[in-house]
């Protein structure tokens, strides 16, 4: 019998479970029974939602938080307080969910695509700043998988060129550049809650800033355009019900209390995975910059050379992972200007109005040859395993080295 025969038939690698997420206990029963008791449910200022402002505006070290519904309107909200608007342009990276340029359609505003850095896949600043124009307002920065983007140059770039910094955190909770947390450098930093994120409510999302004026602006839009401390039917803006439930800041609260330590373990299997898994041929982790000081690893990322196994493509490899019990998962098909709902709406009518004349901004002919190249070679892995202990990475590399095995036949 041959040595991949042997190797087909046998066990998978892995067939302890991996840690579940998202994570409950007893502590978030404590809290929502204090929800339920408390009677309140739901308020811009309610109990619960009033305390994980206050603690998130601590662990995030900013001065403002405004807890919001889901981290799309966080987005929305912040790119409207800064007064952006229709026929504005907002640069955003390619590499990334729908709702960073989604964010940028819905209030009229045209999402500007800049190619990501081949090491470390987030928002390249020499893209950024070759796609300015006058009709630019701001930048959206994602911290992908958990790792800041360049916050030094783009944070000179966006002073320099007068532009508004938005960082989209969502993947980012407890990341830190040069010692300050994510999220602090901007006009505004924003996060999301939602059940995958490294700090869950099922859905919910949250705008930081140390700017006064901006958290005043945010905190009316997201409360039906009232002023803080203002009459209930008195409203001064066109905003809207966004406000965060007592359910999900209770949740949130006790979700908080454990994700120091949970940063921390994630840091650890990291670095197992980086040392061991760079050792494989045909395998590469993304790099890690050295002024990030805590990477967060919402996603473990590694890129995958289809040549050194023999041929074997990357849905094939994905797969054959999973079957060793290495829950991995494809990054991102494509870049995110092909999506069809980008590729085939003419979203320049809305930001400019409609004539004969008005251009059709073509997203699928923007050429991004380096997101490009990482949407066919990137792997992520899901945070949640890395809550296992560090020894247990053991198991992902000898999974990858017995799918290189077998990949030859």
């Given amino acids: 019998m041959s040595r991949a025969t042997t190797e087909s038939s046998r066990s998978p690698v892995r067939s302890k479970p991996w840690p579940a997420w998202p994570i409950s206990g007893a502590r978030e029963r404590e809290l929502l029974d204090r929800a339920l008791e408390e009677g309140h449910w739901s308020g811009a200022d309610a109990p619960l939602k009033a305390e994980f402002e206050a603690r ?104 320099r060129r007068g532009l508004a910094l938005i960082e989209d955190a969502a993947h980012a909770h407890g990341a830190q550049w040069r010692g300050r947390p994510a999220g602090t450098f901007g006009s505004f930093g924003s996060w999301s809650f939602q059940a995958s994120k490294n700090l869950s409510a099922g859905e919910g999302g949250a705008l930081t800033t140390n700017d006064d004026a901006l958290a005043s602006a945010a905190y009316t839009l997201h409360n039906c355009g009232r002023l803080r401390g203002g009459p209930w039917y008195e409203h001064h803006q066109l905003g809207g019900n966004y406000r965060l439930t ?14 120091p330590e949970q940063v921390a373990n994630r840091e650890r299997c990291a670095r197992v995975l980086d040392a061991e898994l760079a050792r494989i041929p045909g395998i590469r982790p993304l790099a890690r910059d050295a002024r990030t000081t805590v990477h967060a690893h919402h996603l473990y990322l590694f890129r995958y050379s289809s040549e050194a196994f023999h041929g074997l493509d990357l849905e ?26 980008l590729r085939d709406a003419a979203f320049d009518h809305r930001a400019t109005g409609w004539s004969p004349n008005t251009p059709h901004t073509r997203y699928d002919a923007v050429e991004l040859p380096v997101c490009e190249r990482a949407c066919l070679e990137t792997v992520w892995l899901p945070h949640r395993m890395l809550l296992a202990p560090a020894e247990e990475m053991a198991d992902v590399v000898e999974a990858v080295e017995v799918v290189r095995r077998e990949s030859a036949g």
């Avoid at 007592?246 to 994700?259: I, K, P, S």
């Avoid at 079957?323 to 870049?335: C, D, E, F, K, V």
């Fill in 316 to 341: 094939g490899f994905v797969a054959a992972l999973n079957r060793q019990g290495i829950p991995a998962l494809r990054g991102y098909p494509t870049p995110l200007n092909r999506q069809p709902v």
């Fill in 246 to 259: 007592e359910w999900q800041c209770a949740v949130l609260l006790a979700g908080l209390e454990r994700l």
């Fill in 56 to 159: 998130w505006a601590g662990y995030t070290q900013s001065r403002h938080v405004t807890a919001v519904t889901n981290g799309t309107v966080s987005l929305e909200i912040a790119l409207r307080s800064l007064g952006v608007g229709a026929g504005d342009e907002v640069i955003v990276p390619p590499y990334t969910f729908l709702a960073t340029a989604s964010a940028v359609l819905q209030i009229s505003a045209l999402p500007v695509f800049a190619d990501i850095d081949p090491e470390t896949y987030n928002i390249d600043p020499a893209a950024v700043a070759d796609a300015v124009t006058p009709r630019t307002r701001a930048v959206i920065a994602v911290h992908l998988g958990g790792q800041p983007a360049d916050l030094d140059a783009l944070a000179e770039l966006c002073d």
